[in-house]
């Protein structure tokens, strides 16, 4: 036999499990990191994260629910003629007795158009560009 074998052999006898037990784990500290226990900063982050989200859902959640889902039998365009009369009376209240120009303008601006009756024309200089 020759010399490193026998090195080799000498060495592996000596690696038992109980000298790497008492080599690597006995009498060691371990820290552990108690994630259930929050800090003070840490309640209130999540007080106002939960606070945030409240009623709030995702897409996924959405259609779940089917939030947005209508019947087509109930999407008709009298039924929407309401939601438009109440449109006109935001912008009465919104753009009141004022007759300037650009505080106008800036109103229209920053308005909610939803509810509104708009029709759209086509511009053949758009057309013709495509």
């Known amino acids: ?33 108690n994630k259930n226990v929050l800090t003070d900063k840490q309640e209130m982050k999540e007080l106002k994260r939960k606070r945030k989200k409240l009623n709030k859902f995702n897409s996924k959640e959405k259609k779940k629910l089917k939030l947005y889902h209508f019947e087509k039998d109930t999407l008709r365009y009298e039924t929407f003629l309401d939601l ?6 935001y912008m009465a209240e919104l753009l009141g007795d004022n007759l300037q120009k650009n505080a106008v303008l800036n109103k229209m601006i920053k308005a909610d158009f939803h509810g509104c009756y708009m029709k759209g024309n086509f511009c053949c200089y758009l057309l013709k560009s495509h």
């Open 1 to 33: 036999m020759s010399e490193s074998q026998k090195f080799v052999e000498s060495f592996i006898a000596e690696l038992t499990s109980a000298k790497i037990f008492k080599e690597r784990v006995k009498d060691k500290v371990l820290l552990f990191d």
């Open 84 to 89: 438009h009369s109440l449109w006109s009376q």
